[in-house]
């Protein structure tokens, strides 16, 4: 629990921390410029990947103990947890002055295996294993000197992996795409609640924790753990099966948004519910030209029909714009982009980041479609959210700016044309 001492204002920042122990899309930074396919690999490991050639230099101190673990472990491939609990071993091997003290915050943090179920505590039996497995040439000969540098709660590796899985950030970009996992110790002190006066927001290799509300002293900082866009029953098994504890909040206890979510005929929405994991499947695997097909008949289906407040509906439409956008049909996806807005409004009560970038991506196509005056609309609803929930000064909130200029200067000019 994070209690705040003095009152904060909405939009202002809380805490800025610098990254501390990572796996993102580029081992280094989080680059918008480049996708998967598109990065650096390493030569030797195959697995970590880069921008470039300097990011590469920049990151070998960090990378090589891995590199090596990795090598010797093909062609078996660690999960994301076994390798962000080895980085925590490494760091505290041999920790940078200025983040030691954040790592040493991991023992003060709770690892359930006392209250969890033994199916799930085999499982993470499985990924220590691999731990030890994967961290034992580079740390064999060091037996003294990991058990006096290891917080002592962290010196089991069933421990470590239990701490790490159920604390560990996922990293996105200014945007909200997921890059990777992060490892922010003193920021997984602060507590959940469906409704958050704070939120996290990611800026290169560092995170920020903004308000979102306005906050008393005395009052405790919260995040969200969970997706807003859920059921109520949906987030507390989430939260009881991944946090180890039956959430209590205001919204929890009164789920009348849940109503909302759910709304039309229930044998009118069933198809879309049943549908989704299907259509997840065809997002993953890229096929982008089925995905729109798919979306498009089940929504044409729909029509009249179900709400577009309706959560499945709702999701399935946000798909059909993400794969118009990969085929480059910017009428169909400025269509599809504009259906999603008002359910946005309503599940995402603003200030929200989902609200925001939502909005933008929207903005973003009507400005590519010439639809100037709407653009310049959309872009203005977005930067009054995006401004408390990122900053100003966020790269994300600096280009929309820039992007809301060249919106008034091609008005600007359709105006003096006419004259």
């Not at 899309?25 to 650096?40: A, Q």
């Not at 203005?380 to 790269?395: N, S, V, W, Y």
Request: net charge negative; hydrophobic share 35%.
């Amino acid at each position: 629990m994070v209690i705040i001492g003095k009152g904060q204002k909405l939009g202002e920042i809380l805490v800025w921390v610098v990254m501390r122990l990572s796996l993102v899309i580029c081992n280094l930074l989080m680059s918008k410029t480049n996708t998967r396919e598109t990065l650096l690999r390493c030569s030797q490991c195959k697995m970590a990947r880069y921008c470039d050639t300097t990011c590469q230099k920049q990151a070998w101190s960090v990378h090589k103990r891995e590199c090596k673990c990795l090598c010797r472990l093909l062609p078996r491939l660690p999960t994301d947890s076994v390798r962000l609990a080895a980085r925590a071993i490494f760091a505290l091997l041999s920790p940078p002055k200025s983040s030691i003290g954040e790592l040493y915050t991991l023992d003060e943090h709770e690892s359930h295996l006392d209250s969890m179920p033994e199916q799930k505590k085999e499982g993470l039996s499985q990924l220590a294993s691999m731990l030890e497995a994967y961290t034992q040439q580079e740390v064999s000969n060091l037996t003294q000197e990991v058990t006096s540098a290891l917080p002592s709660s962290c010196r089991d590796a069933l421990s470590l992996i239990a701490k790490v899985t159920c604390n560990c950030f996922t990293i996105s970009d200014g945007e909200l795409q997921e890059l990777g996992v992060g490892l922010y110790p003193s920021l997984s002190l602060l507590n959940h609640d469906c409704r958050p006066n704070c939120v996290m927001v990611f800026e290169g290799t560092k995170i920020q924790l903004r308000a979102v509300q306005d906050i008393n002293p005395g009052d405790e900082l919260t995040i969200s753990y969970t997706e807003t866009l859920s059921l109520t029953e949906d987030r507390q098994k989430q939260l009881e099966d991944q946090y180890h504890f039956v959430c209590r909040c205001q919204r929890c206890e009164s789920p009348e948004e849940d109503g909302l979510m759910l709304s039309g005929e229930k044998a009118k929405w069933s198809p879309l519910k049943e549908a989704l994991s299907r259509l997840e499947g065809l997002k993953t695997e890229s096929k982008w030209q089925e995905l729109l097909e798919s979306c498009s008949h089940l929504l044409s289906a729909a029509d009249g029909e179900v709400p577009d407040e309706n959560l499945y509906k709702l999701r399935i439409t946000d798909m059909a714009l993400d794969a118009s956008v990969h085929l480059e049909l910017w009428e169909e996806a400025l269509r599809y982009g504009i259906k999603t807005l008002p359910a946005y409004r309503r599940h995402y009560p603003d200030p929200h980041p989902v609200h925001g970038v939502q909005l933008l991506r929207v903005g973003k196509l009507q400005h590519y479609l010439e639809f100037t005056d709407d653009a310049l609309d959309t872009f203005t609803q977005a930067f009054k959210i995006l401004k408390i929930t990122h900053g100003e000064d966020h790269p994300l909130t600096f280009d929309l700016q820039m992007k809301m200029e060249e919106c008034r200067c091609e008005t600007d000019h359709k105006s003096s044309g006419k004259h």
